[in-house]
């Protein structure tokens, strides 16, 4: 029997585009209150994946993920331009949840469904065979990819980022907190993510680019 055949990123994402599972057979919880609208990008040459939370109000408006200023402040975290951010043979985007999964009472935005990763994340990651890096943004990417190991919580998970980094496999990890203004407290209460973490991860995605941009072809 031969091998199966590398799964393709493209056909993948256009069969998550046309999936309505959390609507109309949610398996937790009331189905989704609204349309879907599922967002992810990526290609089989992505070398970056951002393992994000779910879409917010504007992403769902407008179908680009990041479409507000946690987009803007990932990108300052990054160091990268916008161009660089949306082009998806470079970078892959794949949230936990694919849609906007509404608010709560507060007007702070519910969880990622729990149908959408257990559906989907695998098979798109087995279709980024060039992953060098993933950043893990907030705790429900930490918790699905760490797996036992993410057993402390966001702040010490992040903490822990240069073992988790130096972790011997492909792709490597890298655990972050969310870019939400949100989170503004935390980031104040933790100043060493600004002066440690950042300058090895803007590093990191200098190098990968770099790198890339002298490979031949």
């Not at 993920?65 to 946690?70: A, L, M, Q, V, Y």
């Not at 990932?74 to 849609?99: E, H, N, Q």
Request: hydrophobic share 35%.
């Amino acid at each position: 029997m031969g091998m199966n055949p590398q799964p393709n990123f493209d056909d993948l994402a256009a069969q998550l585009r046309a999936c309505r599972i959390c609507r109309d057979a949610p398996r937790y919880g009331k189905a989704l209150p609204h349309e879907p609208r599922p967002i992810v990008q990526g290609s089989a040459t992505a070398r970056l994946c951002i393992a994000s939370q779910a879409p917010g109000t504007r992403a769902h408006a407008s179908g680009v993920p990041f479409d507000d200023r946690s987009g803007t402040r990932l990108r300052d975290w990054l160091g990268m331009d916008k161009a660089t951010f949306y082009d998806a043979s470079k970078v892959a985007i794949v949230p936990m949840g694919s849609c906007f999964p509404g608010q709560d009472a507060k007007g702070g935005d519910l969880g990622p469904r729990r149908e959408c990763a257990e559906a989907w994340r695998r098979p798109l990651f087995e279709a980024l065979p060039q992953l060098d890096l993933v950043l893990l943004i907030g705790q429900y990417a930490q918790a699905w990819h760490l797996g036992d190991t993410f057993k402390d919580g966001l702040t010490e998970t992040v903490r822990r980022w240069r073992d988790i980094l130096r972790h011997p496999q492909k792709p490597r990890i890298l655990p972050l907190p969310h870019p939400s203004w949100r989170n503004n407290g935390w980031l104040k209460t933790n100043s060493w993510f600004e002066a440690e973490l950042l300058p090895v991860l803007r590093s990191e995605i200098r190098t990968m680019f770099e790198l890339n941009d002298k490979e031949p072809g």
